[in-house]
């Protein structure tokens, strides 16, 4: 584009109006982009103003040299995109706003064209400068923003990861980044919380995979700015304050974990019970882990609240526990384990029917002499009498203990 005196005759025009046209583009702004009035930033309106006034200056000013326009003639789109982004702008309201500053150019330029002909010809030829403006200029602070976002991105998480930290270690927190996400993440000092832990079964493909999955749980603990999900080595923690019993946030859980589940990736979940305040923190973290390990590394979601006293002194593991168990007892679970569990499923199925042979036979899907069979072949081994209330359940507690943490699970 050459600079010929028509367009400069329009540029003048529109320069002379230039302080009603660019509060006519931030007025437009304002009502058509929600984020904008939203902002918290009291100064946004002010940042707004000044960033079209450069944006115009940038569209006008290559006109009179007749030039196209560059990067170069946005020298502040890219702080002003960042800033954005901190005023809580997203890129499309962002971009949608650089294009009503444009439309709003052009309506001035045709405007100051209306009354010759000639200069209204020539604004046909301006058309194609202001849409490269648009073009160059999203362009700029497209870049700038996805920059910033990456960064801030990172900032967060680093962020997330101090805090968690922080609160599972149950040290108190100082003022600082840390203690402002908390705010607002509704974690106060006398919140109830429920903390769940996460691990995939699934080995996942990158590192994308993973972000995959915590933007799923960050779904149901991020929600609303209310609680907060972070990924501590191969294992994602949640930590989310709750009004009632938690019941809401394990039904999303098992959402979110049917959701992964479908598209290939496998969880274990475990929950705490709630607890009063953030100091309690490291021990409803203990409780998740437990409720996660419980499950045996069968993926599913499981909640403290569901493991019975037993399942819980089970799940600890205790090693004294373990040197109490009787050889003979070890050696029948270790041996049927390797046959394929049959007595064992037989002695569980026995326990939970109340010692009712002819309904656990049922349950089995076997002829009730079979179930028998099976039961008198467990009491031979064990040296232990099945029909025996006290022999039976030390039994069946040694059969917990041996089968949990990693062993072959067994349905009960």
Known sequence: ????????????????????????????????????????????AEDLTAHTFTVFEAALTPLEEGRRATAEDF????????????????????????????????????????SEQET???????????????????????????????????????????????????????????????????????????????????????????????TALRS???????????????????????TSDGTTTLADLERVHRELSRHGTDLCVGTSTVHEGLDRVPEAYREAVLAQESLNGVPG??????????????????????RLIRPELRRFVEDDLAAGGVLIETLLE??????????????LHVHVNTAYYRLDTAADRTGRNVRSFTDLQETIIAIRMLTARGNVPISN
């Open 1 to 44: 584009m050459v600079a010929n005196p028509l367009v400069l005759r329009i540029v003048d025009r529109v320069r002379a109006t230039l302080p009603a046209t660019v509060q006519r583009s931030v007025s437009r702004t304002w009502r058509e982009v929600p984020a904008y009035p939203a902002s918290p930033d009291k100064n946004l």
């Open 75 to 114: 020298p502040i789109t890219a702080s002003q995109a960042r800033r954005r982004l901190r005023q809580g702008v997203t890129l499309p309201d962002f971009l949608t706003g650089f294009r009503i500053g444009q439309e709003t150019l052009w309506e001035a330029i045709v405007d100051a064209s209306d």
């Open 220 to 242: 149901v603990f991020d929600v609303g700015r209310r609680g907060i999900a972070v990924v501590l080595q191969d294992q994602i923690v949640g930590i989310t304050p709750v």
């Open 120 to 214: 209204r010809d020539e604004a046909l030829h301006i058309a194609i400068h202001v849409m490269s403006v648009i073009e160059v200029g999203s362009s700029v602070g497209a870049v700038a923003f996805l920059e910033t976002q990456q960064l801030e991105m990172a900032e967060g998480d680093r962020v997330r990861r101090d805090l968690v930290d922080d609160l599972l270690s149950g040290r108190r927190l100082a003022p600082g980044p840390s203690a402002d996400l908390a705010e607002v993440s509704d974690l106060r000092p006398d919140s109830r919380v429920l903390v769940a832990t996460a691990t995939s079964q699934t080995p996942l493909r990158d590192d994308r995979g993973m972000r995959e999955v915590i």
């Open 350 to 363: 026995y326990a939970a029917c109340d010692l009712n042979a002819k309904l656990a036979a049922e349950h």
């Open 301 to 322: 979601v499981r909640s403290l609240h569901a493991l019975t006293p037993l399942d819980y002194l089970v799940t600890l593991d205790d090693k004294v526990a373990h």
